[in-house]
């Protein structure tokens, strides 16, 4: 059974914009840590962005000041806003649930493919 669902994705121009959400099927509201990750084709996964159950947030070098992530706790929804896309951001975005502080303990989505180019 898949808990959490990504959306969003699509096709876009350099400099667009695009907003992901990830609808969790349960409460988000005392999950300590949501998270987007996103895996480019021969590459490895690699964090783009986490949200905090108290709010705080940190972001990869690569889309800091261009993606912002939240979430709404009564929708049970996380999203990143992406904006001033670049043609390294395509990639298949993941969203991920850690219920407490273990890391290994999480649950993932299946992904939305983000695509930028002219």
């Known amino acids: 059974q898949v808990r959490i669902v990504e959306s969003g994705g699509g096709s876009v121009q350099p400099g667009g914009s695009l907003r992901l959400s990830c609808a969790d099927s349960g409460s988000i509201e005392s999950i300590y840590r949501m998270s987007w990750h996103r895996q480019a084709p021969g590459e490895q996964r690699e964090l783009v962005a986490h949200?905090?159950?108290?709010?705080?947030?940190d972001y990869a070098d690569s889309v800091k000041c261009r993606f912002t992530i939240s979430r709404d706790n009564a929708k049970n929804t996380v999203y990143l806003q992406m904006n001033s896309l670049k043609p390294e951001d395509t990639a298949v975005y993941f969203c991920?649930?850690?219920?407490?502080?273990?890391?290994?303990?999480?649950?993932w989505g299946r992904g939305t493919q983000v695509t930028v180019s002219s």
């Open positions: 949200i905090i159950s108290d709010g705080s947030t």
């Open positions: 991920k649930a850690q219920p407490t502080r273990i890391r290994s303990i999480a649950y």
